[in-house]
């Protein structure tokens, strides 16, 4: 499968890399990426044209509080990741790719015209952490309330910020 | 008519005679246009769904309204479709905007729908969802790994044990340890009773929403026989939380196969019945032949998995392309349609109930004895008959309840086929005993996204049967 992605990005091997990666035991061993962000849409394009049929999840992660994870040299750890995992039916396998994602510049390009499958996973990465997806025809809020404030999957959102007012006990009957 | 009554009549309501000067006439009703005007611009600003709301066809870019039509889905041979080369009809005058939900009774839930109707037909849909979030997946940060499949069974409501078998299964994947066998099959069987009792849902809603109400009261009676299992086994009928992480709760109830016996056959019995009433019909297949298709290339590009993906003729199963348990251990067929309109949507899911019941007759014959969960006091709590002789055990006890254990760092995803498609679990650990981040790959949030093109040039009347055919739950769709 290596030779069939693209030359210029890093594509890594879980085994010799990523040691703590952990196998399942009945599992075929998913191939993890890492791109540049840059690079990021290219080795989607690329993968889809290998044979990857299907993009089954992307979601993203907030590193904010666990800054030192085990990446593959040459890739700087950044607060958010945004992870697609993608499914290859007619080779019968997964690849997941990670992305890093700067806080100062929360921005990705949108994989919707690769796959339009991920034009409500990129909204719910969007609505819920924040990273905008740029050229996504409708980058919108998806699960929460249209005006809501923040993205509550974010590890610094206030959790409780908003008052919960409790009632008094019941009195006797 | 008495008296009082035509008093009634009179009183301070009368209206009072106005003379009115013809260029006060034209001024009053020009401010009334005005104000109607005003109102029906600040109904659109004052909307909180905003952008979610499916806008008039005018101002509605034409890259989202290409993208309604499908137009960007790949073409089968791997090429694009640019979206500036489509037309976009023009029929702005004659369309309509309705809404849909999310209180309507055949959404299946808090499902709502904005539909673009020209006359019976339904050009556009745009579902919009979110009324049943409840922040799980930040919820999940919060719990440790031993609360966490209280949390993830109660997403898809009607399947909760596929919920907590994947959840389990990425954790266990994390600290890797190995099951006993006897734990891996009973969690095979009961995921398959659990497809069984969701499918039996799945058939009994449709048949409502198709207007045969037997088919419901059918549909539900039966999945009460398989709740009752449920109960019998693990004490409750739905959010069991009965396969966690090292194994399962408790073991079979004594009988259990007694009761599988009896489940299999009357349900088996009775699917055959369901032939009778439904597949056979004329106003059925009328109503559900040719309705709502969908292609391979379509479904594969909108990311469908599950029956609408089997139905389109695309023989993937997670269970059988990337087994997981020991489904490799047992025989069945994958099902699969050909159109993939409504009705290979139902025949799919009638057989798949068919095939489940296969494997739990099998699992059943081929139960292994032992252990029903991992005897590692580090991930599981000892049995109860240890605490009070030994403190090891006390305190084992203890720390698993009140801290949980602890996960080496990594993260890892993990998918299996639950009764509505792939359902993924990605975590990241960061070495403590709660999940840094837990994401559910829901596959309904996802078939939800074919919707729009199932509808689509469809009549309303149809409508409910699509959306039904789909199988959307709810709680996992917003989880």
Known sequence: MSDAAPTTVPLAAPASILPEVPRLPDHLVDQLAFPHRGAYKEMVKAFRDAGFELCSDLCAVDYLTHPGRSLPEGVRAERFEV?????????????????????SDPALDSIVDVYPGADAMEREAYDLMGVVFTGHPDMTRILMPEDWEGHPLRKDYGVGRVPVQFKEAPGPR | MTEHDEHGHEGPEQPEEVELSDERFVELESEVAARHEAEERQLVAETSEGAQELAPRK???????????????????????????????????????????????????????????DGETVLRTKPVIGYLHTGMEKQGEELTYVQGSTNVTRMDYLSPLNNELVFSLATEALIGIELPPRAVWIRMLMSELSRVASHLMWMA????????????????????????FFEKTTGLRLNTNFIRPGGVAADLPDGWEDDIDVLCETILARSYEYDELLTGQPIFRERTEAV???????????????????????????RRTMPYLAYD??????????????????????????????????????????????????????????????????????????????VPE??????????????????????????????????????????????????????????????????????
């Open chain 1, 83 to 103: 992870v697609v995992n993608l499914l290859s039916l007619s080779m019968r396998q997964r690849v997941r790719i990670r992305v890093q994602v700067p806080d």
């Open chain 2, 205 to 228: 809603t449709n048949g409502m929403d198709l207007g045969s109400t037997s088919m419901m009261i059918y549909g539900f009676r039966e999945r009460e026989m398989v709740l009752s």
């Open chain 2, 59 to 117: 101002s509605t870019s034409a890259w989202e309204l290409r993208q309604e039509v499908g137009a960007v889905l790949r073409l089968p041979e791997g090429g694009y479709v640019d979206p500036s080369d489509i037309d976009v009809e023009e029929r702005d005058d004659q369309t309509m905007i309705i809404n849909m939900g999310p209180q309507h009774p055949s959404t299946h839930g808090v499902l709502r729908l904005m539909l673009e109707l």
């Open chain 2, 329 to 406: 251990k047992v025989d069945f067929d994958v099902i699969v349609g050909k159109y993939g309109d409504n009705f290979d949507r139902y025949s799919v899911r009638l057989n798949e109930i068919r095939e489940s019941i296969r494997i739990v007759r099998q699992i059943a014959e081929m139960m292994p004895p032992g252990d029903y969960r991992v005897q590692d006091r580090k991930v599981t709590p000892p049995p109860r008959a240890r605490i009070d002789e030994s403190m090891e055990a006390l305190i084992h006890h203890f720390k698993i309840f009140t801290e949980g254990f602890r």
């Open chain 2, 292 to 318: 709502g298709s969908l292609s391979a290339e379509e479904a594969l590009a909108l990311s469908v998995t599950g029956p609408i993906l089997r139905s389109t003729g695309v023989p993937w199963d997670l």
């Open chain 2, 410 to 479: 990594g993260e890892v995803y993990v998918a299996i086929e639950s009764p509505r498609g792939e359902l993924g679990c990605y975590i990241v650990s960061d070495g403590t005993s709660k999940p840094y981040r837990m994401h559910i790959r829901a596959p309904s949030f996802v078939n939800l996204q074919a919707l729009p093109l199932l509808l689509r040039g469809g009549l309303v009347a149809d409508a409910v049967a699509v959306i039904s055919s789909v199988d959307p739950v709810m709680g996992e769709v917003d989880r």
